[in-house]
């Protein structure tokens, strides 16, 4: 079974301060992990994934996400936080498969302070 | 521009009153998806086409079900909606194996 563990359900930072939410995984078999933002009543946007690639991943708006087996982590950053980056960001996993559907975290709500 | 479209975007409808939540996509994926997400929670799949092969996930209630008549779109029928049941429902498709899903924005749901 894979699960993945969001830690802190809220953020906050200031404006032009880095963005460091955290996405630990557990997973049997070599995962496949994404980053996704939600907007207020909006549906999910994917930010950026990995899939055995290259261990740094860069993303849309300025993110990016290091895979790291050995602590079996998948934080997301950003240098320089703005205002427009408010919203709930959601880690997710996934086998390779493709049987099997993505296993979502429960999501942490970045608040961005001016 | 390609995109996956859900109508309506809000739905209010009374306790026990069926009710159909639609979805089409221009991506022409053979995957599509639908995800129930209730405030403050992280989305959970009810179940997903893998091009016309239904799959259900094991603790989706019998009271959800869905109809997929072509490539472009699907539907998601609640019977009997309980007051349970007001979330936001998010469509997503995607290609095979790739596991990057495309959402669309999702149509909110109001049980009185």
């Known amino acids: 079974a894979q699960s993945v563990t969001q830690l802190g359900s809220h953020v906050s930072v200031s404006e032009g301060a880095l963005v460091l939410l955290r996405c630990n995984y557990s997973s049997s078999v070599p995962p496949y992990l994404f980053w996704y933002v939600q907007y207020p009543n909006q549906g999910l946007q994917l930010l950026l994934k990995?899939?055995?690639?290259?261990?740094l991943v860069k993303g849309i708006n300025g993110f990016e996400a290091e895979f790291k087996k050995s602590e079996t982590s998948f934080h997301l950053t950003k240098p320089s936080a703005h205002m427009s980056d408010a919203a709930e960001y959601f880690c997710?996993?996934?086998?390779?498969?493709?049987?099997?559907?993505?296993?979502f975290g429960k999501g942490t709500r970045l608040s961005v302070i001016a | 521009d390609a995109m996956v479209i859900q109508n309506p975007r809000y739905q209010v409808t009374q306790f026990g009153k069926p009710v159909t939540l639609s979805c089409s996509q221009t991506?022409?994926?053979?995957?599509m998806y639908w995800y129930q997400q209730k405030s403050s929670q992280a989305p959970k799949l009810l179940f997903h086409y893998y091009d016309k092969d239904f799959n259900n996930e094991a603790d989706t209630p019998d009271n959800f079900q869905s109809r997929r008549p072509n490539t472009s779109f699907c539907f998601l029928d609640i019977r009997s909606p309980g007051l349970g049941d007001a979330a936001m429902y998010l469509c997503?498709?995607?290609?095979?194996?790739?596991?990057?899903?495309?959402f669309g924005p999702g149509t909110r749901l109001t049980v009185l």
């Open positions: 990995y899939t055995s690639a290259a261990t």
């Open positions: 997503a498709t995607s290609r095979d194996r790739d596991r990057g899903k495309f």
């Open positions: 997710a996993v996934s086998d390779h498969s493709g049987n099997t559907p993505l296993v």
């Open positions: 991506l022409n994926h053979n995957v």
